[in-house]
DNA sequence: CTTGAAAAAGCGTTAGC
DNA sequence: GCTAACGCTTTTTCAAG
């Protein structure tokens, strides 16, 4: 796990990060000096090692008309984590679950709704599965910012670990 | 702000959700009923509105080798959490920021890295603006899970709205 | 706002280097 | 592993209801 990329893999993601559906292949490939083809191959290559695990709409869910965003921590037990972030991710109007590594508070879950009866339905939805809420707030703007520093991050960093263009692939 | 959107527009946005990459306006128009010309325009309508902001392929960072993933809370002052917000979304590493409406601890700041020297330099950054880091927790995993409710939420509540087809657009 | 048809562009596959 | 070329699919554009 934790594959090294190259200087087209890192170009390709950050074209993707740009605009995912309307990038084309062939304008990545004018971009970084290869054949469409081969950005196509890139692609499939990223997308099943699971480096790209899939390409989502960002949604202004206030202009949607789901006008609350509330960001809940809550704490579950360390060991079972994981079981408990898929059961918070099933539940209604969940859009980000967050798990952490160390701490009381280890799972942060961002939901929208819109009306505190969603809001209260969520919280009672989180409650049966088993978690305690340790804290709500009430959240005004989300900004998902694609990493942005696959591309241009410095060429020193780049050359200096190796991966540059003769990968193990 | 916040549009009524109808079913074909909520149809729109769960599709693309599933795969905003590889799901093409036909494949939407099938199973909608309307025909791929009506899905194309709609889109355009939901861009130019704001309510899709953009698409971003999900990436899984551990994968990417990018294995430190850190959840700041920041304090900055309220009147200009805007402006703060804007300069901690520039800073390299920054993937994910989170305005919130009350409290003191009101920016939450999602990083990646590779070793602690990002870490550190994004905390710096952090500084460097003008911003108090509340505390900081590393992070496991995040699971980005795109609203999943825009289609079969349940159709008692659409009728209830009113917006099913004739909207005012 | 929606539709349908023709032209242009992009994609997946295969074969060759 | 990269590239080129094929047939097929998709998008774009535009006229029309």
């Known amino acids: 796990m934790g594959r090294d990329l190259d200087d087209v893999d890192r170009s ?4 993707l990060q740009t605009d995912a559906r309307n990038t084309t292949a062939q ?4 971009q970084v000096g ?3 083809s081969t950005v196509r191959n890139r692609i499939d290559t990223l997308e099943t090692d699971g480096i790209i695990q899939g390409y989502h709409p960002e949604i202004d869910y206030e202009a949607a008309n789901l006008p609350l965003q509330v960001s809940f921590v809550v704490t ?15 539940i209604q109007g969940v859009i980000d679950v967050r798990e952490m590594l160390t701490g009381r508070r280890n799972i942060h879950v ?5 009306s505190t009866r969603d809001i209260t339905r969520i919280t ?5 599965i088993g978690a305690e809420i ?3 707030e009430m959240m005004r703007r989300r900004h998902v910012q694609p990493f942005n520093h696959f591309f241009l991050q410095g060429t020193d960093d780049m050359s200096a670990r190796g991966d540059d263009s003769e990968g193990e692939r």
Chains 1, 2 share one sequence.
């Open 27 to 30: 304008e990545i490939a004018d």
């Open 134 to 136: 340790e804290s709500s």
């Open 110 to 114: 961002d939901v929208v709704g819109t």
């Open 12 to 15: 390709i993601l950050y074209l």
């Open 124 to 128: 009672d939805a989180i409650h049966d």
């Open 34 to 36: 290869v054949s469409a």
């Open 76 to 90: 579950v037990p360390p060991t079972e984590l994981t079981d408990y972030s898929e059961q918070v991710r099933g």
